[in-house]
């Protein structure tokens, strides 16, 4: 985990920094109040989301602009198989999943979609993938490994806030964000008869215990696209 902290750090870093340095090259130098971008649309990908550390995902996301000011963009991706941390642990979640989002992007200047931005989000994720649980006995042995099939659901709205800029028709973004995310986690075990109220602890993935709860949701990632 700290690793993949690390690594995420480094990225944003980097883009920042290539951020303020490209920017006097492209189409951000010191915009005028009159200045406009003269792309409509962007496709962009998220190259780390498929190397991210619980819900790795392909990831397409489609901008339009809708004013001066305003853009507004879908977000649909397709959760990978496994992540980092279970080819790294030995693990096979074989998990399947989709996610969806809507963003409505406000730019501080005319000059959309480049310069600073504030986002509202709102994300819906579903995602099945195989784990386990510990279930205490009355017995000796005192305790089992128990397989089970994890059903979870989650919706997050981010407030988010963020930094694009254009090399020609290419187009780089980098933000950080902070939310609420509400999850909904069910358990499927394979052994029907689990009693399920003896489940005191959800093996290695403590962030998906069974039943419905509200986390803290830090979306901090960069973008890669194409406008035109």
């Known amino acids: 985990m700290k690793r993949h902290s690390i690594f995420y750090l480094l990225t944003v870093a980097f883009f920042f920094t290539c951020s303020t340095l490209l920017s006097r090259n492209y189409l951000t ?68 999943g989709v996610r969806f989002a809507l963003e409505e992007k406000f730019y501080f200047k005319k000059t959309a979609p480049a310069g600073w931005y504030l986002g509202l989000e709102l994300d819906y994720l579903k995602r099945d993938y195989d784990g386990t649980v510990t279930i205490l006995l009355d017995k000796d042995p005192y305790f089992q490994i128990e397989r089970v099939r994890i059903k979870r659901q989650s919706y997050s709205l981010n407030l988010k806030s963020g930094y694009q800029f254009f090399a020609g028709h290419f187009a780089f973004e980098v933000y950080a964000g902070l939310g609420l995310r509400y999850r909904d986690v069910k358990h499927v075990y394979s052994d029907p008869h689990v009693d399920a109220s003896h489940v005191r602890k959800h093996g290695q993935d403590r962030y998906n215990n069974k039943g419905s709860y509200f986390t803290l949701s830090l979306p901090v990632n960069f973008r890669i696209g194409w406008a035109f």
């Open 29 to 96: 130098h010191h915009p005028s109040k009159n200045d406009s971008i003269p792309y409509l649309n962007i496709f962009k990908i998220t190259p780390a989301k498929m190397q991210g550390a619980y819900s790795p995902s392909v990831e397409l996301t489609y901008e339009r602009k809708t004013s001066n000011h305003f853009f507004i963009i879908f977000m649909t991706s397709y959760l990978l198989p496994n992540s980092i941390m279970d080819q790294f642990n030995g693990v096979d979640k074989n998990a399947k």
